[in-house]
């Protein structure tokens, strides 16, 4: 099985900031790789695909990086909507989620 | 509008079985790939099940394999999740998500989930 570690598992910081949080994986999964935003009590919102994809009406301060074994998501300026928990996906082999980063307020 | 609806969760004791369904509507259901993941409560993702779309083909979990069942009715546009033998540990948010038209994938659209709660 393939497995996914994000770092870190919290980040505080603060509204305008640029932030990056990495994913990486147990063994290569070529682009195959996907970034969900999930906000408290509501199911996850699919942000990146194919690691550096952006899904439509997903804002362009979110960004993808990486291939092989090691990815960034990256948001260039927060917003007061963007603290919430960001999972990472691989698919190259069936799914596994990563265990999550909680992007917190400073 | 895409939507996927769960039901079907609930309190069951340990060893009970129950039954998710996921009514979908909004796109052409019999080209998709669907699967179950679930959330544990104040946990992350975890990925459950997958079938094709012609329901030919269905994986499992490890943790569910023997014990939890994937199936479709296209005509009905619904999948469903058999769960048998239910653990203390099955406790969790059930998501129906949509992946693509063939192969792993992505999950672009996600139910509200239902909640499935093991416990005596």
């Known amino acids: 099985d393939i497995q996914m570690t994000q770092s870190p598992s919290t980040l505080s910081a603060s509204v305008g900031d640029r932030v990056t949080i990495t994913c990486r994986a147990s063994?290569?999964?070529?682009?195959?790789l996907a970034w969900y935003q999930q906000k408290p009590g509501k199911a996850p919102n699919l942000l990146i695909y194919?690691?550096?994809n952006l899904e439509s009406g997903v804002p362009s301060r979110f960004s993808g990086s990486g291939s092989g074994t090691d990815f960034a998501l990256t948001i260039s300026s927060l917003q007061p909507d963007d603290f919430a928990t960001y999972y990472c996906?691989?698919?190259?082999?069936?799914?596994?989620f990563g265990q999550g980063t909680k992007l917190e307020i400073k | 509008e895409l939507q996927l609806v769960e039901s079907g969760g609930g309190l069951v004791p340990p060893g009970g079985s129950l039954r998710l369904s996921c009514a979908a509507s909004?796109?052409?259901?019999?080209?998709?790939?669907m699967h179950w993941v679930r959330q544990a409560p104040g946990k992350g993702l975890v990925w459950v099940s997958r079938?094709?779309?012609?329901?030919?083909?269905?994986f499992h979990a490890d943790s569910v394999k023997g014990r939890f069942t994937i199936s479709r009715d296209n005509a009905r546009n619904t999948v469903y999740l058999q769960m048998n033998s239910l653990r203390a540990e099955d406790t969790a948010l059930y998501y129906c998500?949509?992946?693509?038209?063939?192969?792993?994938?992505?999950?672009?659209?996600w139910g509200q989930g239902t909640l499935v709660t093991v416990s005596s």
């Open positions: 998500v949509r992946g693509t038209m063939n192969g792993a994938s992505y999950f672009d659209y």
């Open positions: 996906q691989q698919y190259n082999t069936d799914a596994t």
């Open positions: 063994q290569s999964i070529s682009s195959w």
């Open positions: 909004g796109f052409t259901f019999n080209n998709y790939w």
């Open positions: 079938i094709e779309s012609d329901g030919s083909t269905t």
């Open positions: 194919r690691a550096s």
